[in-house]
């Protein structure tokens, strides 16, 4: 057969043969696919019965169609990219040049031969169907266009035509070749067609809602088929039946060593006693997650509930108890920040071998930009969890982590993920790869905190990743501690839209509140509360920065240790500033805020938790102060005895509230949240908050949020939870809007414009997930030169590497630190970082030299503070502007 002329992969230098034929390569490929689609795997049972077929039949469907992924290879154009030696191979033609990559040509391949391969017999067609071919048309381009866009991306020919990249030179011809080829692969594997299904038109839309999920299955199947150690180099014709068990057996091994040969097996929740060793009482949530009935099919729960009612807990309840019931094989935890999710990481770490068998060594992942520098994760993937297991199961778990580890990419297929909700919300956009976190995603248990922080870009992608999760047969957990009842409703909306049903409108408005949606009427139960979370922070009023600063420092004056929390990083500095000055122990003064190389950023972060943390003790706690941006209230599970905050809209003010006295301490003055506003004003001006707050202005534009919220708590006097919640919720975020004074209706209607151009923007970047996996042959939105991404802000950040001297050489400011790149590195709006002095053009060369080190920085500015005028930068203050 002459298909044993074309290579498949080629390496110049390898030892050994110097080629992968083609028809290995393919079938090492399949045979990945063929074990990933095992009959009793739960994705495969999924895929069958949505697409009504059986699992066996699938498989050889699908994989038949998963060993053509590479036919554009046969073209001669790619053929000439590489001449191994040592083997007889297509001669390469001087006058074609390889100006499409193969995967498109493979897509010009089969448009123009599948119909000639199915009348010949090439394709394992029926014998005996005859069906029009321009019937096929449109069913054939959907089928095939997860496999043809295995390298992260639909593809599609464009101009291209055969004769470009296909030769026949007489002595050999590239589509003849390939026709063999499918011809030989097909009596192999004798797929399954189902034809009749191929042109019922619902069967077409349930599969273009599976292909995003396919597609993964390909591109991790091509990904694993190419790992050398498994599938090494063969250039001797060996007859397909021949190599078609010997790839199969390879493809077991490489499966298991990278840990997806075979799903982790979960065992029954059994009671928190279980997973803390001890005797452990469920909370009111925590029961109602252990005693509601699970329904059948992909279900959502929503819980709502006050800061330590253990909602974190019921949700991992909730997670074991739908694993052990068939309703997913993993689950990943999706956390707003990287804080978040490094502290969701070290907390899990242990609980997750709970969920499965001790023989199941589930693996664990943590996904988001910077885990690299979470101690924690690198030992992890450096080592075994358990120092129980064996010499051949540490090797294997280690090999395991390592591969899942090695790119965001791969981490949600990881049995247990944790991350940033931004790695999830990546597979409902068009990031190349987004397929196979979409795969990683199916069938898994979804876990999201904190869902009311989202903005309306946000949540807009929220609702589409939502509405594809359960049209996967996903099941979700959203935790929140304040959430408006109409984004709870346009939650449950997204979901049943996946489902394929109608909307359907919430009524109660109780607090705390478990919302549960399946495929019938969604049900919301009223959950109690444990009088130890029932807890009222009553509010004073300051009107003045001077009365701030007397707050804080007759409390320290008092040895109670206090947290000022600022709108602004500008506003921080400078009451940080004043009071250090003022202070009796300046060292007991700290300043957090995000404008920090990320090397100082963690040393104070470890240093606040260490004041202000759960485990801080009284001498040390004296007296002490903490001058803080917003990154205090999304992260740190700190504890103060007063506080002073900004003027927020409500819900921030709960959640920073939450931060004070948060854990037992013995006995502490009744809490006081001291907030930091304009002189109240019923009838308020157009410049009621600018005039004296103009940082908290320049953060939260609709300033009738900001008095709305200032009107609710002058009106209740306290925070009360969970007493007052939907009280203080709905009175800011569900107002008339006649209840606005007529001076802010612009910032409001400003504000709402720029929250539907959110959306808007937010349904223009998703991919339409209900179209399936293709490229629109009206609009591409993989463009390269698109600019997108997971979250909104005005304005676009940018990361500058800071750097210093060492005598005259220029280093990075963490250079002495493991991951120097990353360390030094701060990210800034783009107006901040146009104060910043350009590196002197007498660096230039140093700062190449730097980048060839560390690859990383070339997509980041360089700024010297020592050659700048008028911005500086100090490992106590940050950047000053």
């Known amino acids: 057969m002459t298909y044993w002329l074309y290579w498949g992969k080629a390496k110049p230098g390898s030892q050994g043969a110097s080629c992968h034929l083609l028809p290995y390569h393919s079938l090492d490929v399949a045979a990945v696919g063929w074990h990933l689609l095992a009959p009793e795997r739960p994705l495969t049972q999924r895929l069958a019965e949505r697409l009504g077929m059986p699992p066996e039949a699938l498989r050889r469907f699908f994989v038949f169609l998963l060993g053509l992924h590479d ?52 394709l394992g067609w029926p014998e005996g169907a005859d069906v029009r071919s321009s019937k096929l048309l449109e069913p054939m381009d959907s089928l095939m266009a997860p496999f043809f866009g295995h390298h992260g991306r639909p593809v599609s020919t464009g101009q291209l035509t055969l004769a470009q990249f ?22 192999l594997i004798k797929p399954h067609w189902p034809l009749e299904r191929l042109l019922d038109k619902h069967w077409q839309g349930v599969f273009k809602t599976l292909s995003w999920t396919v597609a993964g299955w390909a591109t991790l199947s091509d990904w694993l088929g190419s790992h050398r150690d498994y599938f090494p180099y063969c250039q001797k014709p060996i007859p397909l039946g021949e190599y078609w068990p010997w790839a199969r057996k390879q493809a077991e091994e490489v499966l298991e060593v990278t840990g997806f040969g075979r799903p ?7 009671g928190l006693a279980q997973w803390f060793d001890g005797d452990a009482t469920p909370t009111p949530l925590q029961q109602q997650a252990e005693s509601l009935p699970l329904e059948s099919g992909p279900q959502l729960f929503i819980l709502e509930d006050v800061t330590g009612a253990g909602k974190t807990e019921a949700a991992c309840i909730l ?60 030992r992890a993937i450096a080592q075994p969890e358990n120092d129980d297991y064996d010499a051949e199961d540490a090797s294997a778990s280690t090999q395991c982590n390592r591969w899942l580890a090695d790119s965001n990419k791969k981490a949600l297929l990881a049995d247990v993920g944790v991350g940033t909700i931004d790695q999830a919300l990546m597979g409902a956009l068009p990031f190349r790869h987004q397929s196979l976190r979409l795969l990683g995603l199916a069938r898994k248990v979804l876990i999201i905190d904190e869902v009311h922080a989202f903005d309306h870009y946000m949540q807009t992608l929220l609702h589409q990743l939502l509405a594809h999760h359960a049209r996967q047969g996903g099941s979700a957990i959203l935790l929140t501690a304040t959430l408006p009842h109409a984004m709870r409703e346009a939650l449950v909306t997204a979901w049943r839209h996946g489902l394929g049903a109608e909307p359907s409108l919430l009524e109660k408005t109780d607090y705390p509140l478990l919302t549960r949606c399946g495929e019938g009427t969604p049900e919301e139960i009223h959950v109690k509360t444990r009088s130890e979370v029932t807890r009222s922070v009553a509010i004073e009023w300051l009107e003045r920065e001077e009365e701030a600063i007397e707050c804080v420092l007759a409390a320290a004056e008092s040895g109670e240790c206090i947290v000022w929390v600022r709108n602004t990083v500008d506003d921080a500095i400078r009451a940080f ?28 972060e470890s240093e606040v938790i260490r004041r202000f943390g759960k485990d801080s003790k009284p001498p040390l706690r004296r007296s002490q102060v903490v001058v803080t941006s917003q990154v205090f209230q999304e992260s740190l599970d700190c504890d103060a005895d ?50 004296a707050h103009r940082g908290t202005q320049a953060v939260y534009k609709d300033t009738s949020l900001i008095w709305l919220t200032q009107r609710v708590l002058r009106e209740l006097g306290a925070i009360t939870m969970p007493g007052a919640a939907r ?53 591409d939105p993989w463009q390269e030169e698109r600019e997108f991404g997971t979250r909104l802000s005005d304005e676009r950040s940018l990361e500058v590497a800071l750097l210093k001297r060492q005598g005259e050489t220029l280093v990075l400011w963490a250079e002495d630190h493991r991951h120097a790149d990353r360390l030094s590195r701060c990210r800034l709006r783009e107006s901040q970082v146009k104060k910043l002095a350009a590196l002197p053009g007498h660096y230039a060369e140093q700062w ?29 203050w940050g950047v000053s502007l």
């Not at 982790?264 to 059994?270: L, Q, R, S, T, V």
């Not at 003064?589 to 950023?601: G, K, Y």
């Not at 009280?727 to 209706?745: G, K, M, N």
């Open 577 to 604: 500033q004043q009071l250090r000055e003022r202070h009796p122990e300046p060292e007991r003064c700290l300043l957090f805020h995000a404008r920090f190389a990320m090397v100082d950023r963690q040393r104070i």
């Open 166 to 187: 296909y030769i026949d030179d007489g002595e050999l011809n590239d589509v003849t070749a390939a026709g063999d080829f499918v011809a030989d692969w097909a009596a």
């Open 848 to 876: 190449e030299a730097l980048q060839q080190r560390h690859r990383g920085l070339r997509f980041v500015l360089p700024w010297l503070p020592e050659e700048d005028d008028k911005c500086g930068y100090d490992e106590q």
């Open 642 to 691: 007063q506080m002073v905050s900004d003027i927020a809209p409500i819900d921030l003010l709960i959640q920073r509230a939450g931060r004070l006295q948060r854990h037992q301490r013995g006995e502490r003055a009744d809490p006081v949240l001291n907030v930091l506003a304009p002189k109240w004003d019923v009838h308020p001006g157009g410049d009621w908050l600018s005039q």
């Open 319 to 378: 997670a074991q108890r739908l694993l052990a019931a068939g309703h997913g094989e993993g689950l990943y935890f999706a956390l707003p920040t990287m804080a978040t999710s490094n502290a969701m990481y070290s907390r899990l770490g242990d609980l997750h071998h709970h969920f499965y068998s001790s023989a199941s060594r589930p693996s664990l992942v943590l996904a988001h930009g910077a885990r690299e520098l979470n101690e924690e994760f690198e």
């Open 727 to 779: 009280t203080l919720i709905e009175s800011v975020y569900a107002f008339p809007v006649e209840d606005i004074p007529e001076a802010l209706d612009q910032a409001h209607f400003e504000r709402t414009g720029m929250d539907k151009l959110a959306v808007s923007m937010a349904t223009h970047n998703a991919l339409n997930l209900e179209a399936g996996y293709r490229l629109n042959a009206d609009f």
């Open 264 to 270: 982790p097996e979960p065992i029954p929740y059994a």
């Open 71 to 122: 036919i554009g290879k046969f073209s001669r154009t790619f053929q000439g990219l590489a001449r191994p030696e040592g083997v007889t191979l297509a001669p390469p033609v001087a006058r074609y040049g390889y100006t499409a990559r193969h995967d498109r040509l493979g897509v010009l391949l089969w448009d123009a031969c599948w119909n000639t391969w199915r009348r010949e017999g090439a």
